[in-house]
């Protein structure tokens, strides 16, 4: 037996044994799990035995969605997450240049912005605001969505943009009276401004990733199912692939990925299929997964798309990145070549095209088993949540939104739409299968946050007191299942992990405290204590 762990209080999210006190690894996979005499009878010469000392295990954490190289992209550059002002922004930025000592003339990326939390303009900052910065440094700071991204003038003239320039479909820049750009860019038109940024070398891309994947290990991760083409300037899906590939060949991934797979066009979806990648191409620790399509925007940038127009702002319903024959279009291809489908879906027009996309495909080609889902899905009303159930539709959840939204969305949409949001409760009565995520680096990689999120209805703060719309709360089994569990149904791996069940891989996480015991609003402040992979420590506090 290789490993073997003991004296430990187990939930497996097993039905079958729901708790037990110890577990035994040979390989990669988990042997046994029972009592510690069963598990210390299995040991010899050449086990290795950690001593639990009554700590909780669980399994290996898997974020539904997020961004991996986007990420470890992020870490390279300026954090804004927490600034309060448009002059905060400024002050960071510039000692940044300072302190990596940016040569003029190169680029300046920033990422984390929030009107909402500036406590004196609250508004977007614009090219003037970032000129103060530098002109001689081409600088674009994205928001925290990522939906929208603001640009200084030097990056506007390298981008060879003008008055002169047209519009994007599936996306818009603002402009002053006489036409010209004041530097802030929306959904589709954020490729303006990104595609002279200078690409960073293969071997810079491969350290993002790994930095990445640390910082995921240490929050108890061992699994990911990341959007990653498009992150990086540059860089084609054949690329990125190419690139997790090498890694997962020299032993250098330290968590599983399941790619979702950006592919905004039908050139690009072809091309990809022509190269004989679909769902399930790969193995246990790079694979592809869906094609992910970006239907709207954010609900903070008001880019969701909406039945209705938003309450603070009727000038606006939001942005359809694609119209309905678009996606009719990209769902089918995709169904019709064994290519399971996730769709970013925000506000409810854009979840009801999702849906329909969806039933046209399965109506052309009739499969019970597509695990096609809906990222994010947080405009929801009764219709949309009986659809989840009726189409099998997967509801890629992320409950750390509430940390912000509780804060914005009655008045992005009224008191009455409001009601009807992150319905966590209701997907999960009814059956739905739910994943849960963080969609990182627009929310912090930490799952005891997200978890606590989902369970009190909180934000971070501890506001309000009773929760907000407290009866969508999941119960922590629920919550903890969304994180093992449903995230491995979403990747079609619910039999070899997303449990601790004898003949599934050993990925296991051991946590400070007692998730199920613990007071509610004590789960953020869980500490990961140890990350197992495939019977191997990948992480050790």
Same mark, same amino acid.
């Given at each position: 037996?290789?490993?073997?762990?003991?004296?430990?209080?187990?939930?497996?999210?097993?039905?079958?044994?729901?708790?037990?006190?110890?577990?035994?690894?040979?390989?990669?996979?988990?042997?046994?799990?029972?009592?510690?005499?069963?598990?210390?009878?299995?040991?010899?010469?050449?086990?290795?035995?950690?001593?639990?000392?009554?700590?909780?295990?669980?399994?290996?954490?898997?974020?539904?969605?997020?961004?991996?190289?986007?990420?470890?992209?992020?870490?390279?550059?300026?954090?804004?997450?927490?600034?309060? +002002? =448009?002059?905060?922004?400024?002050? !960071?930025?510039?000692?940044? @240049?300072?302190?990596?000592?940016? $040569? %003029? #003339?190169?680029?300046?990326?920033?990422?984390?912005?929030?009107?909402?939390?500036?406590?004196?303009?609250?508004?977007?900052?614009?090219?003037?605001?970032?000129?103060?910065?530098?002109?001689?440094?081409?600088?674009?700071?994205?928001?925290?969505?990522?939906?929208?991204?603001?640009?200084?003038?030097?990056?506007?003239?390298?981008?060879?943009?003008?008055?002169?320039?047209?519009?994007?479909?599936?996306?818009?820049?603002?402009?002053?009276?006489?036409?010209?750009?004041?530097?802030?860019?929306?959904?589709?038109?954020?490729?303006?401004?990104?595609?002279?940024?200078?690409?960073?070398?293969?071997?810079?891309?491969?350290?993002?990733?790994?930095?990445?994947?640390?910082?995921?290990?240490?929050?108890?991760?061992?699994?990911?199912?990341?959007?990653?083409?498009? +992150? =990086?300037?540059?860089?084609?899906? !054949?690329?990125?692939?190419? @690139?997790?590939?090498?890694?997962? $060949? %020299? #032993?250098?991934?330290?968590?599983?990925?399941?790619?979702?797979?950006?592919?905004?066009?039908?050139?690009?979806?072809?091309?990809?299929?022509?190269?004989?990648?679909?769902?399930?191409?790969?193995?246990?620790?790079?694979?592809?997964?869906?094609?992910?399509?970006?239907?709207?925007?954010?609900?903070?940038?008001?880019?969701?798309?909406?039945?209705?127009?938003?309450?603070?702002?009727?000038?606006?319903?939001?942005?359809?990145?694609?119209?309905?024959?678009?996606?009719?279009?990209?769902?089918?291809?995709?169904?019709?070549?064994?290519?399971?489908?996730?769709?970013?879906?925000?506000?409810?027009?854009?979840?009801?095209?999702?849906?329909?996309?969806?039933?046209?495909?399965?109506?052309?080609?009739?499969?019970?088993?597509?695990?096609?889902?809906?990222?994010?899905?947080?405009?929801?009303?009764?219709?949309?949540?009986?659809?989840?159930?009726?189409?099998?539709?997967?509801?890629?959840?992320?409950?750390?939104?509430?940390?912000?939204?509780?804060?914005?969305?009655?008045?992005?949409?009224?008191?009455?739409?409001?009601?009807?949001?992150?319905?966590?409760?209701?997907?999960?009565?009814?059956?739905?299968?739910?994943?849960?995520?963080?969609?990182?680096?627009?929310?912090?990689?930490?799952?005891?946050?997200?978890?606590?999120?989902?369970?009190?209805?909180?934000?971070?703060?501890?506001?309000?007191?009773?929760?907000?719309?407290?009866?969508?709360?999941?119960?922590?089994?629920?919550?903890?299942?969304?994180?093992?569990?449903?995230?491995?149904?979403?990747?079609?791996?619910?039999?070899?992990?997303?449990?601790?069940?004898?003949?599934?891989?050993?990925?296991?996480?051991?946590?400070?405290?007692?998730?199920?015991?613990?007071?509610?609003?004590?789960?953020?402040?869980?500490?990961?204590?140890?990350?197992?992979?495939?019977?191997?420590?990948?992480?050790?506090?």
């Amino acid at each position: 037996m290789d490993l073997i762990l003991i004296n430990g209080k187990i939930h497996t999210m097993d039905l079958s044994i729901p708790e037990a006190e110890a577990v035994a690894v040979n390989g990669n996979k988990i042997y046994k799990v029972g009592s510690n005499a069963e598990i210390l009878s299995l040991k010899d010469e050449n086990t290795r035995a950690i001593d639990l000392k009554g700590r909780v295990l669980v399994p290996g954490f898997n974020d539904s969605h997020m961004h991996l190289l986007g990420f470890g992209y992020f870490l390279n550059m300026v954090d804004l997450s927490h600034c309060k +002002s =448009i002059e905060e922004i400024i002050q !960071k930025t510039k000692e940044f @240049i300072e302190t990596k000592t940016i $040569e %003029k #003339g190169s680029w300046v990326r920033g990422r984390g912005w929030n009107h909402d939390y500036f406590e004196r303009e609250n508004r977007f900052p614009t090219r003037y605001d970032l000129d103060k910065i530098s002109t001689e440094h081409p600088i674009v700071l994205t928001r925290a969505c990522g939906h929208i991204c603001v640009a200084n003038s030097k990056a506007i003239e390298i981008s060879g943009l003008s008055n002169e320039t047209d519009q994007v479909e599936g996306g818009y820049f603002d402009t002053d009276e006489p036409g010209n750009p004041l530097g802030i860019f929306r959904e589709n038109a954020l490729d303006l401004i990104y595609k002279p940024i200078p690409s960073p070398e293969p071997y810079e891309v491969k350290e993002m990733i790994k930095g990445a994947m640390a910082y995921a290990n240490a929050k108890g991760l061992t699994s990911v199912q990341s959007d990653d083409f498009g +992150s =990086i300037p540059g860089y084609s899906f !054949k690329e990125v692939i190419e @690139i997790y590939n090498e890694l997962k $060949e %020299k #032993g250098e991934l330290t968590v599983r990925v399941y790619e979702q797979c950006l592919l905004p066009t039908a050139e690009m979806l072809n091309e990809f299929i022509k190269q004989g990648y679909t769902t399930g191409y790969g193995d246990e620790m790079f694979k592809i997964g869906p094609l992910k399509l970006l239907g709207d925007g954010s609900l903070g940038a008001r880019t969701a798309a909406l039945c209705q127009p938003y309450t603070d702002d009727f000038s606006t319903a939001g942005i359809l990145v694609f119209t309905q024959d678009e996606l009719d279009e990209l769902v089918a291809k995709a169904h019709d070549n064994g290519m399971q489908v996730a769709l970013h879906a925000i506000g409810d027009k854009t979840m009801y095209m999702a849906f329909n996309a969806i039933e046209k495909a399965l109506k052309g080609r009739p499969n019970p088993d597509h695990r096609h889902g809906i990222v994010h899905c947080q405009i929801t009303d009764e219709e949309l949540i009986n659809k989840f159930k009726a189409l099998k539709a997967i509801a890629y959840i992320q409950p750390i939104f509430l940390h912000y939204d509780m804060h914005i969305v009655e008045n992005r949409l009224g008191v009455e739409r409001a009601r009807k949001t992150y319905a966590f409760k209701s997907m999960v009565d009814r059956g739905v299968h739910v994943a849960l995520g963080t969609d990182c680096p627009v929310e912090p990689l930490d799952v005891m946050p997200s978890i606590y999120c989902a369970v009190t209805r909180k934000d971070l703060k501890g506001f309000p007191k009773r929760g907000w719309l407290p009866e969508e709360s999941l119960t922590v089994e629920e919550a903890l299942y969304g994180y093992t569990m449903g995230s491995a149904y979403a990747s079609f791996e619910e039999n070899i992990k997303g449990s601790i069940t004898e003949g599934k891989l050993a990925d296991m996480v051991v946590l400070s405290e007692d998730i199920f015991s613990i007071l509610p609003d004590k789960i953020k402040d869980i500490a990961v204590e140890m990350t197992i992979l495939g019977g191997e420590i990948v992480y050790e506090r």
